[in-house]
Nanobody, 124 residues
Framework: QVQLVESGGGLVRVGEFLRLSCAAS????????MAWFRQSPGKERQVVAS????????YYTDSVKGRFIISRDNTKNTVYLQMNRLNPEDTALYYC?????????????????WGQGTQVTVSS
């Protein structure tokens, strides 16, 4: 069983930045591929970014390319999402997800473990 705890969300203005963190309880954290998803009211949960076990490969959805960076520190069992130049369309509940495996996974159904989410609100 893997427990994920997100932190770092908040209320910011357009153009500002936030860094989300996700702490994982897994003793074998390097076995897990990780991802960040987000969900807005009335919309489906969508992948924002994902990262492989070693951090060597990343995926970004088109709307965040060039603004967001996903990274991980396997010595701290933590994955991060640096979010720059935020805009109101980034407002959502952000979830961290994990699954064992060596590929880049981008579908919500691929992931077995989920955090409770952290709210990001960008005001104009």
């Amino acid at each position: 069983q893997v427990q994920l705890v997100e932190s770092g969300g908040g209320l910011v203005r357009v153009g500002e930045f936030l860094r989300l963190s996700c702490a994982a309880s897994a003793r074998d954290f390097p076995r897990y591929a990780m991802a960040w998803f987000r969900q807005s009211p009335g919309k489906e949960r969508q992948v924002v970014a994902s990262i492989t076990q070693t951090g060597g490969d990343q995926y970004y959805t088109d709307s965040v390319k060039g603004r967001f960076i996903i990274s991980r520190d396997n010595t701290k069992n933590t994955v991060y999402l640096q979010m720059n130049r935020l805009n109101p369309e980034d407002t959502a509940l952000y979830y961290c997800a994990a699954r064992a495996g060596s590929y880049l996974y981008t579908d919500a159904d691929d992931y077995r473990y989920w955090g409770q989410g952290t709210q990001v609100t960008v005001s104009s």
